[in-house]
């Protein structure tokens, strides 16, 4: 059974979709802890509901960048973490955590990267990206973690196609829509090819 820590910023309706997975079997895994920089995530009230660990570390807890980072590391060995997926998390991991979790930190974001991903490309802006440059096919890209934003070996990417008369609303919705099932069939694969790691 794999141990999988999540980190999230916001809503974390992906978060949901990780944990339905894993509460009717469709992941052999569970969720042990949910960290958020945001003290008022839904992606920490969602945790709490399900009694899972839910942990707020940013820099209003931890003001030095290597404390924060150590702080999370312990966070993860505590709960023998095996899998992370950061899931709408904003910030950017710290030496100590990506070393220590090597590839097994795995990132959704909701475009065809290389397209529309890094700094400040989150949320709707990436969809509003997406329709300012008249691309007629957008998706979703899960991939692993390394030092920058979105960047990192493709594990899988769905295409979707944009609609003329989507505007960034529209088709953030049917974007996310399809991240959970995405999500949880890619994680699957991964899951069935790792074993539970010395962390
Ligand atoms: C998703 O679109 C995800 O791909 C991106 O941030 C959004 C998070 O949504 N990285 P949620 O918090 O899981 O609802």
Redesign the pocket.
């Known amino acids: 059974m794999i141990s999988i820590g999540v980190l ?10 990780i944990i339905d997975a894993c509460r009717d079997g469709t992941l052999s895994a569970s969720v042990d802890v949910v960290i958020s920089n945001n003290s008022r ?3 920490l009230d969602r945790a709490r509901k399900e009694g899972i660990e839910a942990c707020h570390l940013s820099t209003a807890t931890h003001p030095n960048p290597e404390a924060l980072d150590l702080a999370m590391v312990d966070t993860f060995r505590r709960c023998k973490i095996d899998l992370i997926v ?5 910030k950017k991991l710290g030496p100590l955590l990506l070393a220590s979790w090597k590839s097994r930190i795995v ?4 475009s065809l990267l290389p397209r529309h991903g890094g700094l400040g490309m ?2 709707i802006n ?1 969809h509003r990206a997406v329709i300012d440059s008249g691309d007629q096919v957008t998706g ?1 890209t899960i991939h692993r973690v390394s030092g920058d934003y979105d960047t990192g070996d493709v594990l899988a990417q769905k295409t979707i196609p944009v609609d003329p008369d989507d505007t960034a609303e529209s088709l ?1 919705a049917r ?2 829509k399809e ?2 099932g995405f ?1 949880i069939a890619t994680l699957r694969d991964l899951i069935e090819r790792i074993s539970p790691a010395e962390t």
């Open positions: 999230a910023s916001g809503n974390g309706s992906n978060l949901q979709a995530s839904g992606a950061t899931a709408g998390y904003l990132n959704i974001h909701p989150y949320g990436v979703i953030s974007v996310l991240e959970h999500l």
